[in-house]
């Protein structure tokens, strides 16, 4: 009997669940969190979220506007001044007209993938996903029955897409590619020329492109290029982006995509049977967040970036080679020597060091032998507990020698 299976007083077994939904892949993330969860004393560098709180003239005007009753159904495609507000930004910050129509406000940038890959694929569809990359788009290949072709981001490339593996993945089955820049959980970002090539590559084989920018304003050397800025006019591109990470703001549950206007359409009747509108005051804490002081941004930015200075110096110290993250907060690190698979290495490391990390497995099969520290942790905590990583790694490593 399957775990949520009952038996009626008939005796009759009831239909069971979907395939799809009872074969959905756990999150190892999930998995580790819990267990930290259960350790007081536990270091967390496993999350993805900022140890920052919403700024406070965000928090005032979701107040505002829930006193101020606005608190009703607003439209399927997001609130009008809202719209307006981020076809503005996407073209002075990240340089490229989109007008309003072709905005779409979502929960999350999370939804606002789901109804792009709803929109593009049909069951037995393929679609090319960066491994290692962040499991949710896996899961949402799972749910939508798409076949994945994963193109690998490793040591040798840079750990960025290489043009000859998508050559080699491509088929005509495949009828989207999806890049994830600023990169989680790698912090890399595709540069220029490489974005060029990449849109180039989707549309000689006739791709959607889809580009996740949720990461667009958590950037230390300014080297991020939108898809959209170099994209030609017209390209079948839908560009994802999120309040969550750029403003503090991951439990308010707003994003928004970026469309050709006939997706856009599409997308903005799909969510009617889905959830109707995104939570209106959290759509004017989203108007404040991107019409405000854009400061704060800033200053989250360059605390990361501090971070990531002093973390690399010990993880250099301790003889750990790690990526040298130039965007989202993450510092992608190798394990290998310790010798054992990167579940269990993250297991003992919470259960022996009071340490929780993100296993590399969680991200994808090329993940082995890694791990994801996050630098959304407060500095103290980062350099405590990547101490003691330095050190269990060593002492794995020698238990083996
Ligand atoms: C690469 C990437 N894309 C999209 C998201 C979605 O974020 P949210 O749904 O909170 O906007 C995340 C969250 O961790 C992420 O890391």
Redesign the pocket.
């Known amino acids: 009997m399957r775990p949520h299976e009952t038996i009626t007083r008939s005796g009759e077994r009831p239909t069971p669940p979907s395939s799809i939904a009872s074969s959905m892949p756990v999150s190892r993330i999930r998995e580790v969190m819990e267990l930290a969860w259960a350790d007081p004393e536990a270091i967390h560098l496993e999350v993805?979220?900022p140890n920052f709180p919403t700024p406070e003239h965000i928090v005032e005007a979701a107040h505002e506007a829930a006193r101020m009753g606005l608190t009703r159904y607003a439209p399927n495609a997001g609130l009008p001044v809202l719209r307006e507000a981020l076809a503005e930004k996407v073209t002075r910050r990240n340089r490229y007209g989109a007008r309003p129509e072709q905005v779409v406000v979502t929960?999350?940038?999370?939804?606002?993938?789901y109804l792009t890959l709803r929109a593009l694929l049909e069951p037995g569809d393929e679609v090319l996903l960066p491994d290692p990359?962040?499991p949710?788009y896996r899961m949402i290949a799972h749910l939508l029955g798409a076949r994945v072709l994963a193109y690998p981001l490793v040591a040798e490339g840079g750990f960025l897409p290489r043009l000859e593996d998508l050559e080699r993945l491509v088929t005509p089955r495949t009828r989207a590619i999806l890049v994830?820049s600023p990169?989680?959980p790698l912090g890399t970002v595709v540069p220029r020329e490489l974005m060029e090539g990449l849109l180039a590559f989707a549309r000689r084989r006739g791709l959607w492109f889809v580009s996740?920018e949720?990461?667009d304003e958590v950037v230390f050397d300014d080297v991020f290029v939108s898809a959209g800025s170099v994209a030609d006019p017209g390209e079948r591109l839908v560009s994802?982006y999120?309040?969550?990470?750029v403003y503090a703001m991951?439990g308010w549950?707003?994003?928004y995509l970026v469309a050709p206007p006939d997706l856009a359409k599409l997308v903005t009747g799909m969510q009617e049977p889905i959830i109707s509108c995104v939570n209106t005051p959290a759509q004017m804490a989203a108007l404040a967040a991107v019409t405000g002081p854009q400061d704060l941004v800033r200053e989250m930015s360059d605390s990361y970036r501090v971070r990531r200075d002093e973390l690399l110096g010990v993880l250099d110290r301790g003889g750990l080679p790690s990526s040298r993250p130039s965007g989202?907060f993450y510092v992608w690190t190798s394990v290998s020597e310790a010798g054992v698979p990167s579940m269990d290495f993250a297991r003992s490391l919470i259960e022996r060091e009071h340490v929780a990390v993100a296993p590399g497995s969680a991200f994808g099969e090329l993940g082995e032998g890694y791990v994801r520290l996050s630098l959304a942790s407060s500095r103290q905590d980062l350099l405590e507990g990547t101490s003691r990583l330095v050190r269990f790694v060593r002492l794995l490593g020698e238990a083996r020698c």
Do not use: C, H, M, P
């Open positions: 993805g979220e929960q999350g940038g999370i939804q606002a993938l990359a962040w949710n994830n990169s989680n996740d949720v990461y994802i999120s309040f969550s990470k991951t549950r707003v994003g989202a």
